[in-house]
């Protein structure tokens, strides 16, 4: 089991921007990918980005050059700098854990931070 805590959610203008953090407990040896999903009302979870234990990364293609991805594998914490928000951009994020115990893929989310763009 993988625990997983994120905070840096909030209100911001176009524009401007966020830094979301996420921080993993539990089973952390397990985990292959740390990163990034969010799913705006009546729509669903979509890949934002994320990151893989070799730092190989995967963006959505909404969100390349604005976005980044980074983690502390010393302390097993993924962040997401947000830039030039925009409106479409609001949605709840969600941390995401891919692990991997004898060769089966589990999947890890945490509890959701809402991040609302202001036009």
């Known amino acids: 089991q993988v625990q997983l805590v994120e905070s840096g959610g909030g209100l911001v203008k176009a524009g401007g921007s966020l830094r979301l953090s996420c921080a993993a407990s539990?089973?952390?040896?397990?985990?292959?990918?740390l990163g990034w999903y969010r799913q705006a009302p009546g729509k669903q979870r979509g890949l934002v980005a994320t990151?893989?234990?070799?730092?190989?990364?995967k963006y959505a293609d909404s969100v390349k050059g604005r976005f980044s991805i980074s983690r502390d594998n010393d302390k097993w914490t993924v962040s997401l700098q947000t830039t030039r928000l925009e409106s479409e951009d609001s949605a709840v994020y969600y941390c995401?854990?891919?692990?991997?115990?004898?060769?089966?893929?589990?999947?890890?989310w945490g509890q959701g931070t809402q991040v609302t763009v202001s036009s």
């Open positions: 995401y854990a891919a692990t991997s115990f004898r060769g089966v893929q589990y999947d890890f």
């Open positions: 539990g089973s952390i040896y397990s985990i292959r990918v």
């Open positions: 990151m893989d234990n070799e730092g190989v990364t």
